[in-house]
């Protein structure tokens, strides 16, 4: 298990820019693949981006896609997500996961063991 703590959210007008940090430890971090996730109001929680292990490959969802980027460094055993040109339909609580097999690209919940507690995203019109 690896213990997860985001921070960065806040309250942000439409067009505005946050970058979302989440800070792991408790294993290697360097071996696993992390990703984001967002969970809205009244809403599922749903995948953001993930990155591999190593930083080499990303992958985003499509509501996502060209406005928010994921990176990481694993020497700080931390990962990123700037997110820029924010929508209202952003808003929601944004998670960080760690994936529970090392060396693979998880990109679906389940892949996904570890979790931090979520920080709060708002985004006004």
């Known amino acids: 298990q690896v213990q997860l703590q985001e921070s960065g959210g806040g309250l942000v007008q439409a067009g505005g820019s946050l970058r979302l940090s989440c800070a792991g430890s408790?294993?290697?971090?360097?071996?696993?693949?992390m990703g984001w996730f967002r969970q809205a109001p009244g809403k599922e929680r749903e995948f953001v981006a993930t990155?591999?292990?190593?930083?080499?490959?990303?992958y985003y969802a499509d509501s996502v896609k060209g406005r928010f980027t994921i990176s990481r460094d694993n020497a700080k055993n931390t990962v990123y997500l700037q997110m820029n040109s924010l929508k209202p339909e952003d808003t929601a609580v944004y998670y960080c996961?760690?994936?529970?097999?090392?060396?693979?690209?998880?990109?679906?919940?389940?892949?996904?063991?570890?979790w931090g507690q979520g920080t709060q995203v708002t985004v006004s019109s």
């Open positions: 990155i591999s292990w190593s930083g080499g490959r990303t």
């Open positions: 996961a760690a994936d529970k097999v090392r060396f693979r690209l998880g990109y679906e919940m389940g892949d996904f063991g570890s």
């Open positions: 408790g294993r290697t971090f360097s071996n696993y693949a």
